[in-house]
């Protein structure tokens, strides 16, 4: 018996030093989740996921003295993603809006961006956003334009997509007469597609955040800490130079 209650005692010790294990390796971790589809932002080069996204997450990580552990998933996922406390935070390209802060806490403004159109190089008929009124426009699902079009422009004929790649290649076989997304992603992708441009005047001006669950406050501030850190020591200006300079002229 004496045996038998020893042994019990030690299970039930284990099995409480577990959790508290657990959490004491996940302490240095951070779980960040993203879609890696969107350059420059957050995309896989040689079966290495990279961006400016990536590169700055890693880099407020080393300032904080943690761990980041990525998760990809489609964009549409990642706020459920966040509520639902499989993840910690997600650095995607995200717009910093009121309908987002109700469910996720948001990180100091990263970046300055901003929807824009993108049409065929050929076509002169769409110079403004207003000129949408009516066509076919594609956005990614679960991103700010989804909200915007339906909010601004309820005349539009929206075609919803999963994937970044998606709305481009609708524009280019004509399935599409524009698509909306951010800025920087727009210039990059232009770049290697001649038959595609980007209308200079933009549909609206957004902010980029990183979001982070609701129950997770001393990261927001950590991660808010070590954003102000990186812009006085250097490495902010680096990645922006890096990544977006060339791409956000």
Same mark, same amino acid.
């Given at each position: 018996?004496?045996?038998?209650r020893?042994? =019990?005692? *030690?299970l /039930?010790?284990?099995s ?7 959490n004491?390796?996940?302490? &240095? ?5 993203? &879609? ?10 040689d @079966?290495?996921?990279?961006?400016f996204d ?5 880099t407020? @990580?080393?300032?904080?003295?943690? +761990? $980041?552990e990525w998760?990809? =998933?489609d964009?549409? @996922?990642?706020i ?7 993840f910690?935070?997600?650095?995607s390209?995200? !717009? $910093?809006?009121d309908?987002?802060?109700k /469910?996720?806490?948001l990180t &100091?403004? !990263?970046y300055?961006g901003?929807?824009?159109?993108v ?12 000129d949408m009124?009516? +066509?076919?426009v ?7 334009? /989804?909200?915007?079009?339906? &909010?601004?422009?309820?005349q539009?004929q929206?075609?919803e ?10 524009v280019? $076989? ?14 990059? !992708? ?7 441009? /980007?209308?200079a +005047? ?5 902010? !980029?955040?990183f979001?982070?669950?609701k129950d ?14 990186? +812009? *006085?020591d @250097?490495s902010?200006?680096? *990645?922006?130079?890096?990544w ?6």
């Amino acid at each position: 018996m004496h045996h038998r209650r020893l042994f =019990i005692g *030690l299970l /039930v010790a284990v099995s409480c030093a577990l959790p508290m294990l657990a959490n004491a390796q996940s302490a &240095d971790v951070i779980r960040v989740v993203t &879609d890696s589809t969107f350059p420059p932002f957050e995309f896989f080069k040689d @079966g290495k996921r990279t961006g400016f996204d990536i590169e700055l997450m890693e880099t407020l @990580g080393k300032i904080m003295g943690k +761990k $980041i552990e990525w998760t990809d =998933i489609d964009f549409k @996922g990642l706020i459920p993603g966040l509520i639902s406390k499989r993840f910690d935070a997600a650095a995607s390209a995200i !717009y $910093i809006t009121d309908e987002r802060r109700k /469910v996720v806490d948001l990180t &100091d403004p !990263y970046y300055p961006g901003g929807l824009v159109m993108v049409v065929k190089s050929s076509d002169a008929s769409i110079q403004k956003a207003d000129d949408m009124k009516g +066509k076919k426009v594609a956005v990614q699902v679960g991103t700010k334009s /989804v909200n915007y079009l339906k &909010d601004y422009y309820p005349q539009i004929q929206r075609v919803e997509v999963e994937k970044n790649q998606e709305m481009f290649n609708l524009v280019e $076989i004509g399935r599409a007469d524009a698509a909306v997304t951010g800025k920087p992603a727009a210039l990059e !992708y232009v770049k290697v597609r001649p038959t595609l441009k /980007v209308i200079a +005047k933009p549909v609206s001006v957004e902010l !980029y955040g990183f979001a982070v669950r609701k129950d997770m406050p001393e990261l927001t501030l950590a991660l808010n800490a070590a954003l102000q850190k990186s +812009k *006085l020591d @250097g490495s902010y200006d680096k *990645l922006v130079k890096k990544w977006l300079d060339s791409s956000a002229r």
